[in-house]
C-alpha cells in the first residue's frame, strides 16, 4: 500500500460537536503527525505519534487528542468544536529512514468547517 | 517574531525565468530543512531537503543553505506555469524522523505564459 490515505475528505459540524478523523499512513512509515492549516497559513504542529505512543505536542488544547494503532493508522479527535476549527487537517507520515530523508508524506487532508 | 518566516508574495515570473524564494528561519539548532510546493486546495509535497550548507540541486530545483545567517531559499530555473503554487519552507530541529517540523506561511509564485 503506498500514499497516506485521510477520511473524510471534507466536514461539516455545528459548534459545541466532537468529530474524529482518520489517517491511514504509508506502508514502513512508523511516525504519524497531524497538522491543522488555517487559510493563507502553513501547517502547524498538532502532535505526532511514533509506535502508537504520543511523542511530542505543539501548543493545542487538550479537547484535540489522537491514537495510533498497531498497523499505523491514526485518528484525530477534537472535542466541543469551536469556529476557529475550522481549517484543512492534514496527516503527515515518516518512515524510519529514506535514504536520510525524513520529509513527510502528506495525505490529501479533510478541511473540517464549524459552523 | 515567528519561528520560520517567509516573503508570502505574491511572487510573479515569466515562464523560463528563475523564481528565488527565501526563508529565514530562528532557532539556531534547526538541523534540516525543507521546501514543499502546495497547488491550491491540495496537500503539500516534498520536492527537496537539505542538511548540510551549501548548495543541493535536483533537476530544476536548487536548495541553499546558509546556517550562518539562518537561511534557506529554494531556486526554480526555467520556471513553468505548472510550477505556479504556494512553497513551504519547514525547519526540523532534529535531523530523524523524530522531529515536528515547523512551517513558514509560505510564498505564491505565479508563472505567467
Known amino acids: 500500500e503506498t500514499g497516506v490515505t485521510q477520511s473524510p475528505t471534507h466536514l461539516i459540524k455545528t459548534r459545541g460537536q466532537q468529530v474524529t478523523l482518520r489517517c491511514s499512513s504509508q506502508?514502513?512509515?512508523?511516525?504519524v503527525s497531524w497538522y491543522q492549516q488555517a487559510l493563507g497559513q502553513g501547517p502547524q504542529f498538532i502532535f505526532q505519534?511514533?509506535?502508537?505512543?504520543?511523542?511530542g505536542r505543539g501548543n493545542f488544547p487538550p479537547r484535540f487528542s489522537g491514537l495510533q494503532f498497531p498497523n499505523y493508522s491514526s485518528e484525530l479527535n477534537v472535542n466541543a468544536l469551536e469556529l476557529d476549527d475550522s481549517a484543512l487537517y492534514l496527516c503527515?507520515?515518516?518512515?524510519?529512514?529514506?535514504?536520510?530523508?525524513?520529509?513527510?508524506?502528506f495525505g490529501s487532508g479533510t478541511r473540517l468547517t464549524v459552523v | 517574531q515567528k519561528e520560520v518566516e517567509q516573503n508570502s508574495g505574491p511572487l510573479s515570473v515569466p515562464e523560463g525565468a528563475i523564481a528565488s524564494l527565501n526563508c529565514t528561519y530562528s532557532?539556531?539548532?534547526?538541523?534540516?530543512f525543507f521546501w514543499y510546493r502546495q497547488y491550491s486546495g491540495k496537500s503539500p509535497e516534498l520536492i527537496m531537503f537539505?542538511?548540510?550548507?551549501g548548495d543541493k540541486e535536483d533537476g530544476r530545483f536548487t536548495a541553499q543553505l546558509n546556517k550562518a545567517s539562518q537561511y534557506v531559499s529554494l531556486l526554480i530555473r526555467d520556471s513553468q506555469p505548472s510550477d505556479s503554487a504556494t512553497y513551504l519552507c519547514?525547519?526540523?530541529?532534529?535531523?530523524?524522523?523524530?522531529?515536528?517540523?515547523?512551517f513558514g506561511d509560505g510564498t505564491t509564485l505565479t508563472v505567467k505564459p
Open positions: 505519534y511514533y509506535r502508537e505512543e504520543e511523542n
Open positions: 519547514a525547519v526540523n530541529t532534529l535531523n530523524t524522523n523524530a522531529g515536528k517540523s515547523t
Open positions: 503527515a507520515s515518516r518512515s524510519p529512514s529514506d535514504g536520510g530523508n525524513y520529509g513527510y508524506t
Open positions: 506502508s514502513g512509515h512508523n511516525t
Open positions: 537539505i542538511y548540510s550548507n
Open positions: 532557532d539556531r539548532g534547526s538541523q534540516s
